[in-house]
């Protein structure tokens, strides 16, 4: 295992910059998730860590060594890609240990590595077949085999999920999780998908344009997100915004909607009279029926029903605003909708700079 550290990486191709000067410490045994839209430079970074992508500038230390002029297999990495890459002639055996044997390890040391890896991911039963007769996350999980039995210094993970269906994503994060927390080797997974990022790792790294908006537990981007960007990435549904305007009185500040729908914002954030806000609301501390805070009602515009819970929206100033709410609760179509949220649970964000306050 081994700590990893960019210091003002940069990357361009010609005249056009893709990564602007990032910075970024990951300690040893560490789990962090880099995540955001497409083109925001995630894979171009994890590239630059791996040696598959020259650095234009800057310096990166795998280890505490300075690792720009070094080939990939001499960093000491394993990736894990979208795609699962995997020798169709081969059996899960032989593809698991494969890059070993073109090492020169000898053939019982071979072995013994393929079996734990095998062991820790459940595919011992499957050691004899072919690429072809297993199911896509079982060769997902030869694949991270395959990175597992080279005993590296760090696990790079390019969207390894990508092209499972929903129910294998959540199991493969699962054993994804389950594996870091035996082995706990340095890893850094490349992600669109927040959920992802959330239930994995140990910090996240929003990128957004080749910069880092923020990073933090996953938490703490939850419930203090930096700026706009961030609080619409994180969370899921996402949060609502509402343009809106400060006033208040006796010390309470409130951002008045178009509308005339005052929201009353907690006392120790830092606005004033007349600034123009966003307000954000998440979906779930949206509470309907209750007695205390904010009172935000509209037309119920939509009912979708998840089971366990049911997506209300509903009409705010104008503008659609999502509630989850209990699945039992009956919410109609037409009908008025009536929420509560605490003032404490409201975020505020400058409308020039997108910044929070």
Known sequence: ??????????????????????????EDGEFVALVGPSGCGKSTLLRMIAGLEEITDGEIAIGGAVVNGMTPRERNIAMVFQSYA?????????????????????????????????????????????????????RQRVAMGRAIVRNPAVFLFDEPLSNLDAKLRVQMRSEIKTLHQKVRTTSIYVTHDQIEAMTLADRIVV??????????????????????????FIGSPAMNMLDGTVDGEN???????????????????????????????????????????????????LVEPTGAQTHVVFDLAGQSVTAVVDGAYAARYGARFEANIASEQVHIFDRGTGLAL
């Open 1 to 26: 295992m081994a700590s990893v550290s960019l210091n003002d990486i940069r990357k361009a191709y010609g005249a056009v910059d893709v990564i602007h000067g990032i910075s970024l410490d990951i």
């Open 86 to 138: 995997l020798y169709p002639h081969m059996t899960v055996a032989e593809n698991m240990g494969f890059n070993l044997k073109l090492a020169g390890v000898g053939k019982p040391q071979i072995e013994a590595r393929v079996a734990e890896a095998a062991r820790m991911l459940d595919l011992a039963q499957l050691l004899d077949r072919k690429p072809a007769q297993l199911s896509g996350g079982q």
């Open 207 to 232: 990128l957004n344009q080749g910069r880092v908006e923020q990073q933090g537990t996953p938490l703490e981007l939850y419930r203090k997100p930096a700026n706009l960007f961030v609080a619409a």
């Open 251 to 301: 010390g309470q500040p409130a951002a008045r909607l178009s509308d005339g729908t005052a929201i009353r914002i907690a006392s120790d954030r830092k606005v004033r009279p007349g600034q123009a806000v966003t307000v954000g609301l998440r979906p779930e501390h949206l509470t309907p029926d209750g007695k205390e805070g904010n009172v935000l009602a509209g037309q119920t515009l």
